[in-house]
């Protein structure tokens, strides 16, 4: 069974415990105990992620349901520039009073935690290549580098003085080559005589 630990995702709901329709809306601000994220972008510790829930008592347990809001910080996966995101979040679960297969969470010592709920709503929501709006390639490219963005700007490709000559090559159009000359003599078995 697992065992009730407090952290700042943890809430008391002892009010709501066994009273099937009572309702309690909250908002709260936490401090991210740990990073979330592991991409380019991430909710550093120390964020602030500001919640706000609404608990239900039902049969089964503690439904909970909610937003949560917070900043994400990280860099654009174009350049590398630092940038901030806003990062903001539904989330919804039920705690169950007995914890079996139906259900992956637990009301435990008049208590529902947070944190797996909030941690995977921002987590996936969080861009695997996040970029800045509008933003532009400010670096220089190297020589003999060309950057062609669309077909529309360049109509003829630059080619490289080393490949030019290849530039005059071109593809054999003769069908007939590699074709076997043709001497109009059918070709005799090994067991035809001579006449």
Known sequence: MPKFRKTPYTVNVRDLVNRPGEMREQDFTIQ????????L????????????????SVHEGI????????VADG????????????????????????????????????HVDLEPVIRDAVVLSLPFQPELPNEELDF???????????????DQPLVDSRWAALAEFQASTDSSAG?????????????????
């Open 75 to 110: 860099h654009s996966a174009r350049t590398l520039a630092e940038m901030q995101q806003t990062v903001q979040v539904e989330f919804q679960e039920l705690f169950a009073y007995s914890l079996d297969e139906a259900f992956d969470y637990q009301v435990l010592d008049d």
């Open 32 to 39: 991210a105990p740990e990073h979330l994220g592991e991409g």
């Open 140 to 154: 220089e490219l190297g020589d003999g580098i060309n950057l062609v963005l669309s077909d529309s700007q360049n």
């Open 179 to 195: 074709d076997a000359p043709d001497t109009g003599t059918a070709e005799t078995g090994p067991n035809t005589e001579k006449s």
């Open 63 to 70: 439904y909970v349901s909610g937003e949560a809001r917070t």
């Open 41 to 56: 972008l991430q909710v550093r510790e120390g964020r602030d992620i500001r919640i706000s829930a609404r608990f239900e």
